[in-house]
């Protein structure tokens, strides 16, 4: 992500030497390098979203699913309860079957719903795979156990003894779904990552943010080499805005000037809210600001 960033960047570096020579038409062209950058981060952070609100779906599917499957054959959750009776197992199987069904029914629309929006769905694919299959299995084990109920001497014990297996499958599905969870959970920290640095124009030159300036001269951020170790790391999804300690600071990265606001608090101090969050961090994960 960083070095699409980066990337684009060195493009507009390069548009805005074309648009003092061919006007309009590289005004044009920079526009349609901006606009491609933010649809791709725009692209991939949905993408994001929709897997992880689509792995929570799963995990809630799966505690309901082995909620209900541990009160199959008990009054009680657990085997410390006591054993239902014949029509009672029958109505728990009905049940369970539903809850089954529920979920399979649940999978599909949001599978078709995040078809129909184009997200990335190949990381997905082996883990609805699988709770598919497990779901299956769990139906023929179902289709089973009402068979052998029907049984005028059915032992309702042993019965409970076949489920164990099932029982097994169904935990390793849950770590693998909490598997996934993780993973998700960390790309969507990486991707959310923003960095931020303040300081006069002196330091930031000095220490290698910006280039140039001088008299008469617009300095520029060294996009191609900032000095990283310098950068406060955030969570662009919570960072709202900070204090600064200077009158009238500007802000040199690109963030689009209708995502935030600069508000003076005090003779030598304001503050900078950000706005529109996806707008602002749109273009750079990078906030430079230049205090004076």
């Known amino acids: 992500m960083k070095k699409k960033v980066f990337s ?20 044009d062209e920079l526009k349609r390098q901006v606009d491609s ?5 725009a692209r991939n952070q949905s993408d994001l979203d929709n897997m992880s609100s689509f792995v929570a779906v799963l995990s809630e599917g799966l505690d309901t699913i082995a909620k209900q499957e541990g009160t199959l054959f008990y009054t009680n959750q657990g085997p410390e309860g006591t054993i239902v009776d014949r029509e009672q197992l029958k109505k728990n199987l009905e049940s369970f079957a539903n809850t089954l069904a529920e979920q399979r029914e649940k999978i599909r629309r949001m599978t078709d719903s995040l078809n129909a929006k ?18 299956d299995e769990k139906d ?6 009402q068979e052998e109920l029907k049984q005028k001497n059915a032992n309702i014990a042993q019965l409970s003894g076949k489920l164990s297996a099932l029982s097994q499958n169904n935990n390793s599905l849950s770590q693998k779904v909490q598997e996934q969870e993780q993973q998700l959970s960390k790309q969507s920290a990486r991707i959310n990552k ?8 002196k330091v930031l030159k000095e220490s290698g943010v910006i280039t140039g300036g001088g008299f008469m001269k ?3 951020v060294n ?3 900032l000095p990283r170790e310098l950068f406060t790391q955030v969570d662009t999804r919570t960072f709202g805005g900070m204090q600064i300690p200077a009158a009238r600071p500007k802000v040199l990265s690109a963030m689009p000037s209708s995502s935030y606001e600069i508000v003076k608090t005090g003779k030598d101090a304001s503050e900078i809210h950000i706005t529109d969050p996806e707008a602002f961090w749109s273009n750079t ?3 430079i600001i230049q205090t004076k």
């Open 285 to 287: 994960k990078y906030l």
């Open 118 to 135: 184009g997200a990335n769905m190949k990381k997905l694919e082996t883990l609805i795979t699988y709770l598919n299959k497990q779901i």
């Open 194 to 201: 923003g960095y931020v640095v303040m300081g006069s124009g």
């Open 8 to 27: 684009c960047f060195i493009v507009l570096t390069t548009l805005m030497v074309v648009v003092s020579c061919n006007g309009g038409a590289g005004v």
């Open 37 to 41: 950058l933010e649809n791709l981060n």
């Open 218 to 220: 617009k300095s520029s």
């Open 223 to 225: 996009y191609n080499d």
């Open 140 to 145: 023929q084990m179902i289709t089973r156990l």
